[in-house]
């Protein structure tokens, strides 16, 4: 899924961007298009960030099977974790850096 840019609404493919800025779990992008700066809502990036960290950690404790019996729990709980990432990913809404 191409992201749009908030203020051009033009469709970007990923190996247009050719700038962008890293600020801890933060990425800005700029559009090639109108040279704006962009990036996913602080929110929603964070919970990714939780998403991905849940299945991390769940995963690890599945693999060294520390209190086996909720091993269930963990995976479940690592499946949410991935599936909240994956929509934040593939359906969340950028926004325009000012």
Do not use: R
């Amino acid at each position: 899924m191409k992201p749009t840019c908030p203020s051009c609404q033009n469709k970007i493919n990923s190996t247009d961007i050719k700038n962008t800025n890293k600020k801890g779990i933060f990425i800005e992008k700029q559009c090639p298009s109108c040279l704006e700066w962009f990036g996913l809502n602080k929110t929603l990036e964070v919970l990714k960030t939780l998403g991905i960290s849940l299945l991390l950690i769940t995963s690890l404790l599945n693999i060294f099977s520390i209190k086996s019996e909720y091993s269930s729990i963990f995976s479940t709980v690592g499946f949410a974790g991935i599936f909240i990432a994956m929509l934040i990913t593939f359906f969340g809404k950028h926004e325009e850096i000012k």
